[in-house]
């Protein structure tokens, strides 16, 4: 039923595979919208829930309106579109299949261990028949599949010099970024051949210049609003004035995904005090950036040591990375304060809107 510390469930049920693929191979060959969430508190709690399941019904209303190819293998695939009809059907279904998968990787993992939860909600017209015509709440969401892929995660330690991300810019931004969806893993495959040694995220930019975000995370950096300091004489304990700094991302309307963390920090932004800006990272001001990290509901947030860009953005027509000649930004004390600050209030934020496992079962 599982293969190592993986297991899958369909509609709540535990699928019968002798060999339990990886979630990128898992995803890479069924299409649909997804989210990616995981454990929190030696295993007893899932983290921002309630934003995931709402990214999970907004991912699939968007791709069923306007690319419904990329939710089905089914060919010509279509449901109703009714928002109202779906955000209800989708939470149904939602909780009745972890009611009945809970109790099952809930006695398989070990005490204290944390789970990486991927639920991805596929089309699946087969299901129906169409000879009735004319489809009820109820009847519609027998036209979805709703997979759980779930994995031990081992969590890596926030402030470790060896945890560091090491950035490299290398391809373009993604096609209907609003929406998660699946197919993007195998979409993403070709950029791998650009990936430098030791580099751990790939960032995207359509000109080399406007950093938009990481294959798999959202992209931002602490930049001084003035010229006048240089970026690494803050002492380690010196926190920078705030009316100086602000933290910068590129705004959704650029083409990126609108990740549960990236809101989760623009509300602790704006309820501490920090001035935010939806506005791509420019790489010719780099030299401005005090800090820079990069988020995604798995790592939460994990600081960036190195960020390397081709010197000439036509290279990344390149067919290997040694064919670039590549700049690099470092950064010298990391995770830098303003980056240490939100992390904190991220796992705070998270305490407070902890969705514990057991409210399944009372649902």
């Not at 939710?71 to 209800?88: G, H, I, V």
């Not at 495959?189 to 650009?194: G, H, I, T």
């Not at 959202?218 to 010196?238: A, H, I, M, P």
Request: aromatic share 10%.
């Amino acid at each position: 039923m599982s293969h190592g510390n993986r297991f899958l469930f369909r509609n709540g049920v535990v699928l019968p595979a002798a060999d339990t693929p990886s979630v990128a191979a898992f995803l890479e060959s069924h299409p649909g919208a997804y989210t990616t969430t995981r454990t929190h508190n030696n295993g007893t709690e899932l983290l921002f829930w309630e934003r995931h399941l709402d990214r999970l019904s907004n991912s699939f209303k968007l791709l069923l309106k306007h690319n419904p190819k990329l939710l089905s293998k089914t060919p010509d695939f279509e449901l109703s579109n009714r928002a109202m009809m779906w955000d209800s059907a989708i939470r149904s279904l939602v909780d009745d299949s972890m009611r009945k998968a809970m109790p099952f990787f809930v006695n398989e993992r070990r005490f204290g261990e944390e789970m990486a939860i991927t639920a991805l909600l596929s089309g699946n017209s087969e299901n129906l028949d169409m000879s009735e015509g004319g489809f009820g709440e109820e009847k519609t969401s027998e036209g979805l599949d709703l997979y759980f892929h779930v994995g031990r995660y081992v969590l890596p330690v926030f402030g470790l010099g060896e945890n560091a991300a090491r950035l490299a810019v290398v391809g373009r931004g993604r096609d209907f970024a609003n929406a998660k969806y699946s197919d993007w893993v195998r979409l993403r495959k070709p950029l791998e051949k650009l990936r430098p040694p030791s580099v751990t995220e790939l960032l995207l930019s359509n000109d080399g210049e406007r950093i938009l975000e990481g294959c798999l995370t959202n992209f931002f950096v602490v930049c001084r609003k003035e010229k006048g300091q240089d970026s690494n004489t803050l002492g380690q304990n010196e926190l920078p004035n705030l009316r100086r700094i602000e933290i910068q991302t590129a705004p959704l309307r650029d083409g990126v995904l609108p990740g549960v963390i990236r809101q989760v920090i623009i509300d602790i932004c704006f309820k501490i005090g920090i001035h935010f800006r939806e506005v791509a990272p420019m790489w010719s001001n780099r030299d401005l950036w005090t800090e820079a990290f990069i988020t995604n509901s798995l790592r939460i947030l994990q600081h960036v040591e190195t960020i390397q860009a081709p010197n000439e953005w036509k290279s990344i027509e390149s067919n290997t990375w040694e064919e670039i000649t590549w700049v690099e930004k470092r950064f010298e004390d990391c995770p830098g304060r303003i980056t240490s600050i939100l992390q904190k209030a991220i796992m705070e934020e998270a305490g407070v809107e902890a969705f514990s496992i057991t409210s399944f079962h009372r649902r």
